[in-house]
């Protein structure tokens, strides 16, 4: 019989952003460097960098990608679109 190593609220906050991050958070884990940007500037179109920022900056705050990344917050979407210069 299979163990649940988690219960189902565990799980759920695994697939997703919380719904709020903090002003220091963003400042902490989604800004991102110029050698981060350089990195972004390498995937191809606007919504290849978008994702490829969310999930680099999920991994900085997370310390995992979720598995549901539209879940992010309108307000570290929109620093994170802000400093690569895209449309949210």
């Not at 299979?2 to 963003?26: C, H, M, Y």
């Not at 390498?42 to 997370?62: E, F, P, T, V």
Request: proline share 6%; aromatic share 10%.
């Amino acid at each position: 019989m299979p163990v649940s190593f988690l219960n189902e609220a565990e799980r759920d906050r695994l697939n997703r952003f919380p719904g709020q991050i903090s002003d220091k958070d963003l400042v902490v884990f989604f800004a991102l460097s110029a050698s981060d940007k350089t990195q972004i500037r390498k995937q191809r179109g606007d919504h290849n960098q978008l994702g490829y920022s969310i999930q680099l900056c999920a991994l900085r705050y997370l310390g995992f990608a979720p598995d549901d990344l539209k879940s992010i917050p309108w307000e570290a979407l929109s620093y994170i679109a802000l400093q690569i210069d895209v449309d949210p």
